[in-house]
């Protein structure tokens, strides 16, 4: 089955707690990309990665890092520099930055 | 940066009546997606449609370039067609830019 899968569907950060959030495709993509929502609200460029060990800042990458070691698999890493991590976070990817970009189920990030 | 508004921002419907939501952007571009989102959060493609007029059952999208606007019709509406419904744009780089969204309420 071809598609795009994140790991976990929730997960709950401690304070001060760093926390990775899980990204894998299958549809042989270049391009991945992080998106946050926040409710009632549309989504916000993380980070985003056109290849292979490259990636870069989106409008709201501060309190964020990311890797792109391996074509199928961008993870994000929320810091404990972010203050407010509660939010839906969706991970999509697309064949270039140019083309249609397709969506992971997304991952529900909670703040103890 | 590109701004994208969309209207209305909410919208309730009577299943079987037609709808059209509609998309401005403040600057050309190259790109423009129109997705639902369902109520568990999935994004789902409708229309890829930088410019021109595509049909995909009852759903149908146009979008008129040159005077900055998108529009996607939906009819013979159904309670499945529930969710929220957002525009996003690319100009010359490599970001999409998102609408803050219309809510579809479609009522049996």
């Known amino acids: 089955d071809g598609g795009i899968t994140q790991s976990p569907k929730y997960l709950f950060r401690k304070e001060g707690q760093n926390v990775t959030l899980s990204c894998e495709q299958n549809l042989n993509h270049d391009a991945m990309y992080w998106y946050r929502q926040d409710p009632g609200q549309g989504l916000r460029l993380i980070y985003y990665s056109q290849i292979v060990n490259d990636f870069q800042k989106g409008d709201i990458a501060e309190g964020y890092s990311v890797s792109r070691e391996k074509k199928e698999s961008f993870p994000l890493t929320v810091t404990s520099a972010q203050k407010n991590p509660t939010a839906f976070y969706l991970c999509?990817?697309?064949?270039?930055?140019?083309?249609?970009?397709?969506f992971g189920p997304g991952t529900r990030l909670l703040v103890l | 940066g590109i701004q994208v508004e969309q209207s209305p921002p909410d919208l309730i419907l009577q299943e079987g009546a037609n709808s059209t939501l509609r998309c401005n952007f403040s600057d050309s571009v190259n790109n423009l997606q129109w997705f639902h989102q369902n109520p568990w959060g999935q994004l789902i493609n409708l229309f890829y449609i930088p410019s021109g007029t595509k049909q995909n059952g009852r759903l149908s999208a146009t979008t008129v370039a040159t005077e900055r606007y998108s529009l996607l019709y939906i009819s013979s509406s159904q309670t499945t067609d529930s969710g929220v419904y957002f525009c996003?744009?690319?100009?010359?780089?490599?970001?999409?830019?998102f609408g803050e969204g219309t809510q579809l309420t479609v009522n049996p």
């Open positions: 996003a744009v690319m100009t010359s780089g490599s970001r999409l830019t």
């Open positions: 999509a990817s697309s064949r270039s930055t140019q083309e249609t970009q397709y």
